[in-house]
């Protein structure tokens, strides 16, 4: 389930939940300058990219498009195309498993059986869309380590980015929190109407 919500106890705007897939990879040093400006490249790539889609093909342009058949038609083409070439890529590059987290403009959280100690230095990739299997990559240093059983809760604060990339994930993150909205919206004008 995809949830939203203003995280109030540490200064932090709109923080996003669901099973993402990630990769984390522990490393000796945090990760390089030169490196992360390589990864803001590619992370704006993707961002703008999820954006396009996410536009494209939103619940709300599906009733504009009913009224234009053939538009309509081509779009869920499109989708189903994008859909499929999205799996067999991801097949490809071996994506991993989705795990429950949470992710804000400065930080993820997520749950994990791997020994990670407050400090360590890590490269994580989020991979935040099925549509689009590329991973938004950032250096990132273990903030805190929650025992949860034989699980860990992980936070990690992610590293120095540039400002284009910190506004394009602001502005995914708002996304998810209007669209969770929008749907919560939809569901509850539903329920009267069938009781």
Not at 33 to 45: I, K, P, S, T
Not at 52 to 74: H, K, Y
Not at 153 to 160: K, L, T, V, Y
Not at 175 to 183: D, E, F, S, W, Y
Request: net charge negative.
């Amino acid at each position: 389930m995809t949830e939203t919500s203003h995280d109030q106890s540490s200064g932090v705007g709109v923080t996003y939940e669901d099973r993402l897939p990630l990769r984390c990879e522990k490393r000796a040093a945090p990760v390089a300058r030169e490196e992360q400006l390589r990864f803001d490249v590619g992370n704006e790539a993707v961002l703008r990219s999820i954006q396009l889609l996410g536009d494209l093909f939103a619940p709300d342009n599906v009733d504009e498009a009913a009224g234009t058949t053939e538009l309509f038609r081509i779009e869920q083409k499109l989708n189903i195309m994008i859909e499929l070439v999205s799996t067999l890529y991801a097949r490809q590059e071996g994506v991993p498993s989705p795990v429950p987290l949470r992710l804000a403009s400065g930080y993820v959280e997520w749950d994990t059986h791997e020994r990670l100690v407050q400090n360590d230095a890590l490269l994580v990739e989020i991979y935040l869309s099925s549509r689009f299997p590329k991973p938004f990559a950032v250096g990132a240093t273990v903030e805190a380590v929650e025992e949860r059983g034989d699980v860990r809760r992980i936070r990690a604060a992610f590293g120095p980015v540039s400002e284009s990339v910190k506004d394009q994930l602001d502005k995914f993150l708002f996304r998810q929190h209007r669209r969770l909205i929008a749907v919560s919206r939809k569901t509850a004008a539903v329920k009267p109407g069938k009781q």
